[in-house]
């Protein structure tokens, strides 16, 4: 059965550096989402991407993030400066139709700011 | 914007059926109603969406009030790896327009 990947699964970075985290989607999906968990908390949805494009994106989602689809199989977000408050699961997720069509979430990554 | 009301946690023997409420009174004519669940140290995964009709499929049942302002998911034998966090969504107007809002949703402990 056809899954989400994620790179890496665990990331530990420094306060300020930049990260990208991976996501391989569904190989035949139009729509790519990225949502974040702080531990013990909901899960919080961060952008939508279709068409090359933004679709939609919470306010979390400020100038320090930033998506990109570099080569017709690849997802990543950027957190271009980390800060403490950035340490989280990062979850991709994928749907052949728009976003309220069933998501296939990634394993996720956790990424721990330091 | 829809908002979604559950129970904070739930238990359930192994192999009875486990039927988990929602609460959605605010809800528009047009949402979906998604449940979604998951399963500890793992990513959110799909069980089952409707609109007004009662759907089933492998997972589970969704039976869906008449007037919609509330919703049941139905695991019709609960296993040990039903153990998770069961999420009832509805579309979420945003900042940006619409997105799924996953709330605190209901943990699920099966027990054997």
């Known amino acids: 059965e056809p899954e989400v990947t994620q790179t890496p699964s665990h990331q530990v970075t420094q306060m300020g550096q930049e990260v990208i985290l991976r996501c391989v989607p569904i190989?035949?999906?139009?729509?790519f989402y990225w949502y974040r968990q702080i531990l013990g908390q909901k899960v919080e949805f961060l952008v939508s991407?279709?068409?090359?494009?933004?679709?939609?994106k919470s306010e979390i989602f400020d100038d320090q993030f930033s998506v990109e689809r570099p080569d017709g199989s690849n997802f990543t977000l950027k957190i271009r400066s980390t800060k403490l408050e950035d340490s989280a699961m990062y979850f991709c997720?994928?749907?052949?139709?728009?976003?309220?069509?069933?998501?296939?979430f990634g394993p996720g990554t956790r990424l721990t700011v330091t | 914007d829809a908002k979604t009301t559950q129970p904070n946690s739930m238990e359930s023997n192994e192999e009875e059926p486990v039927h988990l409420p929602c609460n959605h009174s605010?809800?528009?004519?047009?949402?979906?109603i998604h449940w979604y669940r998951q399963l500890p140290s793992q990513g959110p995964e799909y069980v089952i969406h409707?609109?007004?009709s009662n759907v089933n499929n492998r997972m589970a049942s969704l039976a869906i009030a008449e007037d919609r302002k509330s919703s049941t998911l139905i695991l019709h034998r609960a296993t040990l790896r039903d153990a998770a966090v069961y999420y009832c969504?509805?579309?979420?107007?945003?900042?940006?327009?619409?997105?799924?809002?996953f709330g605190t949703g209901t943990s699920l402990t099966v027990i054997p």
């Open positions: 969504i509805l579309r979420e107007k945003g900042i940006a327009g619409n997105q799924f809002y």
């Open positions: 190989s035949n999906h139009l729509y």
């Open positions: 605010t809800i528009s004519g047009t949402d979906y």
């Open positions: 409707g609109l007004t």
């Open positions: 991407f279709y068409n090359n494009e933004i679709s939609e």
């Open positions: 997720a994928s749907s052949m139709r728009g976003p309220f069509y069933e998501q296939y």
